[in-house]
């Protein structure tokens, strides 16, 4: 390898920082903006994600019309309140919570898996999960990305896929997987939200990690 190709340690550590302080973020300025550039950058760095067998399944939507927004949100709102309604004891707490940036954000993407093209490098035997799994990747670039431009992102999955797909015109044979709330924010939170606001509160790796084989299962 050609020395271009070492990192050095300050480097390195930046990347773990920038992975650490990743934040799923849901408050945002109101009524800000972001440059063209910038937001051309964080594109790209999706682009620039991992794809089973270079299939690249990502499709993205920029959503610019007010109207449009407030369509998205609604949907959004209609599902929440679905959600609501299976949480059973924690159905008043859970309606509480922030749990989307779509009115406030400066940028709204949707992100849409694309229709099938047929790949079977790598995935002849999970066909669905490995082009789900590569435009997660997409999405977990522009998240690192955007933490790097000092924006908060924040990943919506509250919405019916069907219904998001009809709004915004697309394909039978494609889904919608994701909105994307991209902005400046007053602050990034200290800690996952949901830690903070005592919803749930992650594990260690240790818990996650096996030798072998699934730890029930025996030698």
């Not at 800000?32 to 994600?49: F, G, K, Y």
């Not at 991992?50 to 949100?73: D, T, Y």
């Not at 779509?102 to 709204?108: G, Q």
Request: include cysteine; proline fraction near 6%; charge should be negative.
């Amino acid at each position: 390898m050609s020395p271009a190709s070492h990192f050095s340690e300050s480097e390195r550590e930046l990347l773990y920082r920038v992975m650490r302080e990743r934040r799923d973020m849901r408050h945002f300025i109101a009524d800000s903006t972001i440059d063209n550039e910038v937001l051309r950058r964080i594109l790209d760095a999706a682009h620039m994600a991992p794809s089973v067998g270079l299939m690249q399944p990502w499709r993205f939507i920029q959503i610019k019309s007010p109207a449009r927004r407030e369509s998205i949100a609604a949907l959004v709102d209609q599902e929440r309140q679905e959600t609501a309604k299976l949480l059973a004891e924690r159905e008043r707490e859970f309606l509480r919570l922030k749990v989307e940036g779509i009115r406030e954000c400066a940028a709204l993407i949707a992100v849409v898996q694309a229709p099938d093209d047929g790949t079977v490098f790598g995935r002849r035997t999970m066909p669905a999960e490995m082009a789900l799994c590569s435009t997660a990747s997409a999405i977990q670039n522009m998240w690192l990305a955007s933490r790097v431009e000092n924006l908060g992102m924040g990943w919506v999955s509250l919405f019916d896929p069907k219904a998001l797909a009809e709004l915004l015109n697309c394909p039978e044979s494609t889904k919608p997987v994701a909105l994307l709330c991209i902005g400046p924010v007053k602050a990034f939170y200290a800690k996952p939200m949901l830690e903070q606001l005592g919803w749930r509160q992650g594990k260690p790796l240790d818990e996650f990690l096996f030798e072998d084989g699934w730890p029930e299962s025996g030698p």
